[in-house]
């Protein structure tokens, strides 16, 4: 599987952004779909994932209510609709799949990074 993102940037606080990821390859072996973050200096931290089959959503607490995650199968494209941006969201953003089966394997894209200014 390959992925690639698209859509950070530099942005004020307040604003919105919206991530994308393209899927290509074996995608019909994706279980779960995500997004992580790691800022300068941080570990890498889950932002929001969403599963396949049955579509439920996991969101940190950091951006809940905040932003939402979502998907088009039909393009094999994943999306991060990001609003009310702070600071504190500032970080490269990465696309994450996991496989089905076991063991199950991760993918990930080459990161986007997103600015958001005071």
């Known amino acids: 599987v390959q992925l690639v993102e698209s859509g950070g940037g530099l942005v004020q606080a307040g604003n919105s952004l919206r991530l994308a990821c393209a899927a290509s390859?074996?995608?019909?072996?994706?279980?779960?779909m995500g997004w992580y973050r790691q800022a300068p200096g941080k570990q890498r931290e889950l932002v929001a994932q969403i599963i396949v089959s049955g579509s439920s959503t996991n969101y940190a607490d950091s951006v809940r209510g905040r932003f939402t995650i979502s998907r088009d199968d039909a393009k094999n494209m994943m999306y991060l609709q990001m609003n009310s941006l702070k600071p504190e969201d500032t970080a490269v953003y990465y696309c994450?799949?996991?496989?089905?089966?076991?063991?199950?394997?991760?993918?990930w894209g080459q990161g986007t990074q997103v600015t958001v200014s005071a």
């Open positions: 994450n799949v996991k496989t089905f089966g076991l063991p199950s394997y991760d993918y």
């Open positions: 390859g074996s995608t019909s072996h994706i279980n779960v």
